[in-house]
């Protein structure tokens, strides 16, 4: 984690704290937890989370702290704000004074309620279906500046290119997986058409179509068949070259 001292959230900073969570969960953690601190630096204490738009219904990611997640969760109940209106405009949306502002009423006043007076909405810039926002509440009305709104948008694109990594990372890592699992069901299914072709002097074909055979009528996945099959030959269950 760097410094509070530190004036912004650089690429660099951003590769780092990839680097440190490869979990996307975790990298949004540590990104609106080091925002918030910085936001908050010699001036009003502010609020930030991360949404994440899934069937057209909001769930917060991540949270500074429980009145950030508070807060998110309270915008996330009512079917549009500022940051739903930021993600599906792809654009930056600064509600400065919600006592004042009328695009969304009933979650101004709800907000309100909570001492929230400005808020700011940021679309993270993602690829294929993937949608995510971060909010940032104040009790100040008036707070976010355009000087304030330009640094956190380069942040928040700073963090979409990490962000867009990570997702191309754990896209990969259960790809290899579904590969791995997919090799290994083809093992045991080849050793229990084998040990048929032995039993019953048959051919591959007919091997492969008794195995589907009895995988349809006992209803039973033709993996977990096969494996059963094998498994009755030795004395344990059988194991592939992928096995540690």
Sequence with gaps: MLDDSENDVSVSTMQSLLLQNPDI???LQDFTDLLARQLSLGGPDRWCAVSLLRERKAATAASSGPQALALDELQNSFTDG???TAIRENTVIRAGDLRSDGRWPDYAAAAQEQGVRAVLGLPFDL???AKAGLNVYSATPHDFDPVTVESIALQVEQASSAMRLAVRQALHSETARDLRAAMESRTVIDLAVGILMGRNRCSQEEAIGILKSASNH???AL???AATLVASVGSAPARTSFDA
């Design 25 to 27: 969960q975790d990298f």
């Design 82 to 84: 500022p940051c739903m």
């Design 127 to 129: 690829e294929d279906d």
């Design 218 to 220: 006992r209803n039973v």
């Design 223 to 225: 993996r977990d068949l």
